[in-house]
């Protein structure tokens, strides 16, 4: 089952891919569903239900009529893996616990939906503005201190995350703070896909594409900690709450292709020559083969000027 | 005025203090107002129709019959700063950028209210959870580029924290991520005091006591980024939202007092030999001089083993 979050007309709803040109609406098929997908995921047979109603193809809906969200908009936590790759710590040059993960968290109003604009900052502030396609995994059933063994067991579904990133602010000081958390830089879609479809999370290949052009393609298999560690880990300290989400890493960068030049060294943040910029006018995709791909157009963040009122592109 | 977040009966409920031992609970006397305190923020005369309401002495209300909430239970960002006082800079040994603050992120369901229970981990997995006793601010209005000379005009007020932290997981790798987010381990209360009657923020002292001896004891002058400053750096990133937090960092340690032995250099994360540890059966106090005290029992969490429920102390 791919299921996801959205709005309609402002009013939020969570449908059921059926094809790739419509969706079932579970608001109008099982209205005593809760009406979001965390609240869903905390019911203890919420997606089984889901399938089901699903499974009627009553209300079903076209999908050009609606605007996505962020599949989970409202998680409790958005845990963030740094440094989960080899080679993207090859590339930084940057030092990591080989024992321990690297986590830091971003804020549910630093993310928006599939095919919504992320903001690209304004140059007065940052010139690198930069993609990180990962792998997001979403809890479903809640648990603390959950052994390797189980953790999959807690899992309700995968998703695609660009994990963007200003990097001159990332760099500011040693916690990465406000650099993984400016306004709606990150994206989060295009649905959640369940484990019975997706099958083992470290056997599926992620893709970055700025302007069609790949500049990330990796396998999962190369996480540090592979997704059962990253559940037992945080569950350590934390109760996995259904819903949260674990944004697994950026794998690193693809080399630049013929003929392109690098950036300069002197842009701030950490150097990395594959990397490229995204820029308004740019389209940032992130596939998961056999999930789906991410698209979201880069737009320019209002001026970086005294304001009193949320931007809101478009 | 001083507000804040309570439960009576379960309810939820928003209160302004009366006197001593008497509140005015805003749900009666202005049922028209939101029901939560960020609600309230959120309006553009919230906290003036808040006051108005609470003058009149309408539904006054026992404080005894009440639980504290944090100040604000459900903010968008916790914002967090490390070493933001000299003091705790050179005491810890760690570096840090002067020209930027150094932020991290604190999630809401790791804060709990005043008198409320804070958990001290399972000593299998950590024995050294440690208090920080911070001037917390709380934004009203919302704004982004906020120059520093317009920086309070978005302070709604001002409240205690104890950023409760588990020094061994803070120190598993560079990023604080779960040490710094431990479940129910970090305090936020009693109330918010408007900044009217609160005054300047870097003219106050802070003081933390474990069982009623003194720990920490400083005065707000000495932050090396101070609240308009915080309130600049932050939205140049983020648009800062009503009902924010900003939890202005911990101002370090005093001497052991006579007779004391420090902690063993070996239980892991940064030493400070000044600092003492929260065992269950301690009382952890955060005072700051004319808002009021938060005050914590520390109690055992559950045991470091497999749990598919939330945990809740009593």
New interface residues.
Partial sequence: MRIFSYRQDDTPGVGVIADNESFVALGETAPDLPKTLKGILEQPSGLERAKAAAATKKGLKSLAGITYDPVIPDP??I?CL?LNYKLHIDETG????A???????R????QVGHNRPILC?DFA?STKYEYEGELAVIIG???????VE?ALDHVAGYSCYNEGS?RE?QG????????K???QSGSFGPWMMTPDEFGDPSRHRIITRVNGIERQNATTDLMVFGVPQLIN??S????L?PGDVIVSGSPGSLPLHKGEKPTSKNEGGVYVEGMVQMKPGDVCEVEIDGLGTLSNPVVAD?K????????TPR
């Fill in positions: 409790q936590a845990w740094a940057l030092t990591t616990s024992k321990y993960p690297q986590i830091f968290l804020m549910p109003c630093t900052p502030i059933k809640g648990g603390r201190h959950i052994p189980k200003v602010y500011h000081n040693r916690q990465f703070g406000l650099g958390n400016f306004e880990y945080l350590q300290g934390y109760y709450r209002a970086a000027e005294y304001q009193t009122t949320l931007f």
